[in-house]
């Protein structure tokens, strides 16, 4: 299956993560987008709500459901930000953070074993081949007008 394209391999792959993490999820009464929203709140000072979206790289309207559920389910409570009186800050439950435990143990688990099965130096080209694919499409180095600037 080499002969693929990027697109497909990178899709299909994150396709099959998330299912992997979404049935693992299911065993804890949650899914991969709660345990990675539990792993982006800071467990000591809680995160402010509109910082959360970017960092995860999430739509405002798609974290916002995602944040009620959790907050329904007794993971996060939202409170005003003293710094700021017009934020609000989300902190992680003392269920948030066990949750968010678990959340970190599945992610060091998929890492663990990923690691065991393949080189430190194929996981160096790995890791070399998406930083370059992300500077390409971060620099708008993909769809150009001019076709001479892609090399």
């Known amino acids: 299956m080499r002969e693929t394209t990027i697109d497909y391999a990178l899709r299909a792959t994150w396709q099959a993560v998330a299912r992997m993490y979404n049935e693992e999820a299911k065993n804890f009464n949650s899914t991969m987008a709660i345990g990675f929203t539990l792993l982006s709140i800071d467990p000591k000072t809680g995160t402010p709500s509109t910082a959360l979206g970017p960092k995860m790289g999430m739509e405002a309207t798609s974290l916002s459901r995602i ?22 800050l989300i902190h992680l439950t003392p269920l948030g953070l066990a949750k968010r435990k678990v959340s970190k143990d599945a992610v060091l688990r ?3 074993v990923v690691r065991d099965k393949v080189s430190e130096e194929k996981l160096d080209y790995f890791f070399d081949v998406m930083e370059i694919i992300n500077k390409l499409i971060s620099d708008r180095k993909i769809f150009t007008i001019d076709s001479n600037t892609i090399k």
């Open 110 to 112: 998929f890492n663990e």
């Open 67 to 88: 944040l009620k559920s959790m907050e329904l389910k007794g993971f996060i409570e939202r409170r005003p930000n003293p710094l700021d009186g017009r934020g609000v």
